[in-house]
């Protein structure tokens, strides 16, 4: 059955904590305000035992408000009380008040029409710490002869929106996330680690022993591996290693802000990716796990970014918007200072199995992860950062030996660009990086530059 | 405030909890950001709550709630047990806290100007916006500053009969301008890429002067675009004190946490290629190397009273002449490898664990300055501002990026070089230190957003440090 938001005392709860704060601000300001409620527990575990476990209740209130022409200041507060949003409405109205007008304030958003959204699902919702540390066990005994380290989570949130502009909305979200590794000792040398992961809306669609078995197989895979001179490979990655490297261009690249000050790459209209490459951003997706309204109670829908290689989006908020003169695109994160942001982006996937692209290979290298990646220049797109949890040499394309980690420093959007692309996997799945989550496939790309050893 | 986080801890007793400690955390913060004369955010935070540890056998459960209530303290305090007991269902081996003094006690950090009670507002935005003005003038399309400021009061309790309330005030600004060129951009910040913060007042942002520094900054960031490329060698490397803070708290402050070294963040944040089994013996670095962890600097950013588990903070010895002798603990860690707890366990909030983390770890002053290793280098690079970072999961192998460089020759500063890069392993590259700065020119920086954790949380670590000279490093990897 459908949700019914208005049945909802979690959503009742929210609307009136909302509508107090409207009722305290009176008609001294324009206004919105939000109210999450929601807990968050993580279960996390390392040498095969569980060795933090955490939880928690979690609410907050989001205030922002709009005096004169333009004056805005936003709070927020974890205390609901009247004391608390009393401070709350006074500290904001008081901030804006000494503030001076943005000539570009594009005004609160109207009342739009939703997406029929709700990544929900309530048995995760109620998910005890039992329930995690089941899916811990599953994973850890996977490997029973390795050790075993990560985490299971589960997050519920209810969210309230409402505004002196007519804005009064609702949504709720569940994820549940299984990230870990095993590692195995080697005969002589460090030991390998191997890794798995699942995101899902639902705790009941991750499978522990599944998850766990992925991680020890890519473990023992990769005990005695050999070392690999620096120089540019063909190269597959897998969608964790594909999520690692979008965080750049979804974060610095496609923000409408950033593109009218000039620091991102993007030119629209032009072919800067492969014709294989669809990137579009869309919380309305069934396998998306965002709200159907961004931090400005602009609606979402699937916004495009890249068709056949060809750049045609840029991820706005309503300042951006305004300034572009376009529409808001609902990719608002709640800061002007930083401007939109793509919270929910797809990679188009393709028709090939990881084993297919692998077996394209005569020579290159299988990378099931890369780590500590950082952006050395906006505009290049240049990243540095290291392989872990599984780097294999693919010789006649085949699988043969695993690799001794390699640090990489390489350019995303060349990595990417027309005639890099060689093939597209069929196994995109929800990945977390360190924006968020995202939708991505393996890829098999002509060329990756590593720069170095790992260790040394 | 007492009562509820008392009530908290009683609660996990009655429900099994051989321990428990609870703590309640009220924090103001406030952020705010200009940019190009604008100021374009100004976010001001109240959060409060409290976080309930409790350890039955050898597992530990946490549960906090935003609600500062008895009734919500002691469901708290029943529920960290029951996720105790849910970690028993994959257990680990015995486990014994680190013995720790009973402690009552208040402390309180010191400050001249408190920024969100002694100065308004409009100075605050002022500062920013005529920091941003300088820079614009002098040239540059984005011209960008900020600042950000805790107010934070804790209560701690623990089922040992420890009662103590702190009261930290943590500040600090950074102003930063961007150049962009034909398919670049070059960015000079200051007084360091993430500023300068300290466990002190808004004197700390008074003292940086980011409008004086401003036209420079910008001037140098358009400088750069015209600068020719580092080039592509082995070299001596001379770094500036804020570049070393990166350095030390990359290759030296991570790679010595207890917790990564036990395998703790294995999945996550890694482990270190330190063996607890060396600890005492191993070289880390040349016989200039002297680092410390020392929670009791005056403003330091990595500074307080006690740590989350009721620990007084401490100096600690880390290298000593170049040996490996210290690391970072708290009190379930610290007996793994037969010490006591160095009082450096925290939590960046009432809703999270806290977790070893580094407090002040620094280097100590040698006997030499930027001046006089500059004057020693007949062929090197001086490279300064840290601009990227990236690490292996051992802390081992790194590759950091700084904002700009000088080419030095025959011991004189020459042209200026962009994109400066360089690459070493952590225990050569420090076992190559020939040159220390001296006590004049000891800076103790401030990170204010330490990545750490799952769910992640964000710390305030101190690192004092000087310039310091490296031989035969790889610079110009691209």
Sequence with gaps: MAWQPEADPLVAAGSGVCDEVLQRIGGRAQALVTCGTGTSALTRFANSRIHQNMASDEQHVRLRVVVGAGQVAQATTTRVDPDGLERLVKGCLAAAALRPADPEFPGLADPGSLAEVDHWDDVTAAADPDARAQVVADFVAAGADLEAAGYCSTDAGTHVLRSTSGLAYASRATMAQVDGIHRAAAPSGPPTDGCGQGTSVRLADLNGARLGAVAAAKARAGTEPVNLEPGSYEVVLEPRAVAALLLFPAWLGFNAKAHAEGTSFVHLGEQQLDEQIDLWDDATDQRALGRPYDAEGTPKRRLDLVRAGVSVGLAHDRRSARLAGVEPTGSSIGSEAFGGYPADLFLGAGQQSRDDLVAGVERGLLVSDLWYNRILDPKTQVVTGLTRNGLFLIEGGEVTRPVQDLRYTQSVIAALGPGHVLGIGDDAALVANEGGVVHVPSLRLASFAFTGGARG | ?478
């Excluded at chain 2, 100065?119 to 011209?143: F, I, K």
């Excluded at chain 2, 961007?178 to 466990?199: C, H, K, L, M, W």
């Excluded at chain 2, 042209?415 to 050569?428: A, D, E, H």
């Design chain 2, 1 to 478: 405030m007492f009562d509820l986080a008392t009530a908290a801890v009683e609660a996990a007793l009655a429900a099994g909890a051989r321990y428990a400690d609870a703590r309640l955390m009220v924090v103001r913060y406030e952020s705010m950001a200009a940019k190009n004369r604008v100021v374009e955010d100004l976010t001001q935070t109240e959060t409060a709550g409290i976080g309930v540890r409790a350890l039955i056998g050898s597992s530990w459960g946490f549960q906090s709630t935003p609600e500062l209530t008895l009734a919500a303290a002691r469901g708290a305090g029943q529920r960290a047990a029951a996720v105790a007991r849910a970690s028993a269902r994959v257990a680990g081996p015995d486990l014994e806290l680190a013995p720790a003094p009973v402690v009552e006690a208040s402390w309180q950090s010191t400050w001249v100007e408190h920024p969100l009670d002694d100065v308004s507002l409009t100075e605050r935005a002022d500062l920013l916006v005529g920091a941003t003005g300088a820079m614009a003038d002098a040239g540059v399309p984005l011209a960008q500053a900020s600042h950000q400021i805790w107010d934070t009061e804790k209560w701690f309790v623990s089922s040992e009969g420890s009662r103590i309330d702190q009261h930290l005030l943590e500040c600090g600004a950074v102003i930063d301008a961007t150049a962009i060129g034909d398919g670049e951009t070059q960015r000079r910040s200051y007084p360091g890429v993430r500023g300068q913060f300290g466990t002190r007042g808004w004197e700390l942002v008074r003292e940086i002067d980011l409008l004086a520094n401003a036209p420079r900054v910008a001037e140098e960031a358009q400088a750069l675009l015209r600068a020719p490329q580092c080039p592509e060698t082995t070299t001596t490397l001379i770094l500036g004190s804020e570049q070393m803070a990166l350095q030390i708290h990359e290759s030296i402050g991570h790679a010595i946490e207890l917790d990564r070294i036990l395998g703790w963040e294995a999945a996550f944040a890694g482990t270190s290629w330190l063996d607890p089994a060396q600890l005492g013996s191993l070289r880390y670095g040349s016989d200039l190397m002297n680092v410390t962890a020392d929670a009791t600097l005056p403003g330091a950013l990595g500074s307080f009273g006690y740590d989350d588990e009721g620990v007084a903070a401490q100096a600690v010895d880390i290298v000593k002449d170049g040996t490996w002798v210290g690391v970072l603990s708290g009190r379930d860690s610290a007996p793994l490898v037969g010490r006591t707890s160095g009082g450096m366990v925290r939590a960046d909030g009432a809703a999270r664990l806290p977790m070893v983390r580094m407090t002040n770890v620094g280097l100590l002053p040698g006997d030499s300055s930027l001046a006089e290793m500059i004057a020693a280098t007949e062929d090197g690079i001086y490279m300064d501002t840290n601009r990227s970072w990236s690490i292996d999961d051992k802390r081992l192998n790194f590759q950091f990026g700084c904002e700009i460089a000088w080419e030095v020759n025959d011991g004189q500063l020459g042209q200026m070089l962009r994109n400066p890069t360089y690459t070493g392993i952590g225990p050569q590259f420090w076992a190559s230190m020939d040159m220390v700065g001296g006590p004049d020119e000891w800076v103790f920086w401030g990170t204010a957003n330490c990545g750490k954790g799952q769910p992640m949380q964000v710390g305030h670590t101190g690192h004092p440090s000087v310039p310091a000279r490296f031989r035969d490093v790889r610079v110009g990897v691209r």
